[in-house]
């Protein structure tokens, strides 16, 4: 049994026990239970629902399990012979949710 959801702009394929890096959701804390309404795609082995675009009656139950910042990217504007250099840093907040129930 898997799904296919969206949060953050992304799609995820999940499995029930997963544990998925998603974009970070705003007034959610670790350790809460989050409920994805945004589902794609739905198989349990003999079945396959697929909405057009989300399935109205399928949620995805999650539970936060950590939080954080990834590693630092680096954005680079150089032009030659002109003495431009600018050099920026980004960390992408994250966090990693455990899959609890389809």
């Known amino acids: 049994m898997f ?3 969206e949060t953050g702009g992304k799609q995820y394929l999940v499995k029930e026990g997963d544990i998925v ?4 959701l705003p007034n959610v804390k670790k350790g809460q239970d989050v409920l994805f309404e945004k589902v794609l795609l739905k198989d349990d082995g003999t079945n396959t629902n697929v909405g057009a675009p989300y399935l109205s009656d399928v949620k995805i139950k999650g539970e ?3 939080e954080g910042r990834d590693k630092k990217i680096e954005v680079v504007k150089y032009k030659a012979k002109s003495r431009y250099f600018k050099l920026r840093g980004h960390r992408q907040p994250f966090m990693k949710a455990r899959i609890v129930s389809l």
């Open 3 to 5: 799904a296919v959801m």
């Open 21 to 24: 890096k998603i974009e970070k």
């Open 64 to 66: 936060i399990v950590d």
